[in-house]
């Protein structure tokens, strides 16, 4: 996803978790720091910036069935239907989508998919690592955090003040996190298939669609410059985008399901947004092996077919949907590890 929409998701993610009274102290402290999902959320693409390069595709998670006969995944990585969407997170938009759709076959389902992503490019290894450091740096907080965080660390009184977390170190990794969450809800970034590939059009396209849809409010020149409006306004313009987007979010940030963490969440939400690329680009279409085949956008969503246009509404909704409630969930249940069993 692009820059504008990674800092939307991250900034309607606070919104959702007050307005749906999630966790009074953890608001507080994300509206305290509104004005940096446009950095946080933004920082895993900027190794390329100290890089001096302009690689892509540093953290995914795309899947392949078995293509050579060598290949042999065993039954570990087959995940049926009606298992992934019980044991997913309730309330999410990708849950209904697949359960209503038809067009992927019992038997593409009872296939097993594997991604092999490079050392260090897995988003959920990513996000887990996050959520887990993000629990023990909010444990040693400045006294900014520590008023927010419930409980009490004696050794915190004898910890020189500049070896504390800082307020802000956190909330960057709050929004860091956030931007691994969302990937996996990109359906692009979940499927191996070449015509997938960051700087393939449909791939760009889609991102470019949605980044027209949160539109120039959620700019980083627009978020971080002179004229950055004020917290209150940016969740206002949070909310606005809603409607365009064609979400309606829930009354509730679910719970994380039960005995399940960051890692399992993302691997399944990745698993889901490889089912929906499967939908919008068909086996029949462009096989798993198939390295030469390339879908344009105007094709995969045709708009001169309504079918391919509603499609592309549900594509929209789900993924922009689940990216902020997932973002959301992990958030509060990041905040809660800390002072929960
Ligand atoms: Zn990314």
């Not at 570990?76 to 990708?94: H, N, S, T, W, Y």
């Not at 939908?279 to 045709?302: H, M, N, S, W």
């Amino acid at each position: 996803m692009d820059q504008t929409t990674h800092a939307w998701i991250a900034v309607r993610a606070i919104a959702l978790l007050e307005s749906t009274k999630a966790d009074e102290n953890l608001v507080s402290f994300l509206l305290l720091k509104a004005s940096l999902p446009a950095i946080g959320a933004w920082i895993p693409e900027l190794i390329d910036d100290k890089r001096g390069g302009s690689k892509t595709q540093h953290h995914v998670l795309k899947m392949l069935p078995a293509i050579k006969p060598s290949d042999n995944f065993g039954d570990r990585f087959v995940a049926r239907k009606a298992d992934l969407l019980k044991r997913m997170a309730g309330g999410l938009e990708i849950k209904k989508f697949l359960a209503a759709d038809t067009s992927l076959s019992d038997e593409w389902w009872a296939r097993p998919y594997k991604a092999n992503p490079r050392p260090g490019q897995n988003f959920a290894d990513r996000a887990m690592g996050l959520a887990s450091t993000l629990r023990d740096l909010l444990v040693i907080g400045d006294p900014v955090l520590d008023i927010l965080v419930p409980g009490r660390v004696p050794f915190l009184k004898d910890t020189p003040p500049d070896a504390l977390a800082r307020a802000n170190q956190a909330a960057l990794y709050f929004f860091m996190l956030s931007h691994f969450v969302a990937d996996a809800c990109m359906p692009c970034h979940c499927d191996g298939r070449k015509l997938c590939g960051d700087d393939e059009g449909l791939h760009r396209e889609l991102e470019g669609h949605w980044a027209g849809i949160v539109g120039p409010a959620f700019d980083d020149a627009a978020l971080t410059g002179p004229k950055a409006p004020a917290t209150e306004e940016l969740i206002k313009a949070a909310k606005a985008v809603d409607a365009r987007a064609g979400v309606r979010f829930p009354d509730k940030v679910p719970p994380m399901p039960y005995e399940r963490d960051a890692w399992l969440e993302v691997v399944d939400m990745a698993r889901a947004s490889f089912a929906v690329m499967g939908i919008i680009v068909p086996e029949a279409l462009c096989r798993y092996d198939d390295e030469a085949t390339r879908v344009k956008f105007g094709q995969a969503f045709d708009p001169n077919d309504p079918k391919k246009q509603k499609l592309l509404k549900d594509v929209t909704r789900v993924a922009l949907h689940d990216a902020v409630v997932n973002t959301a969930m992990i958030w509060l249940d990041t905040w809660k590890s800390v002072w929960k069993n």
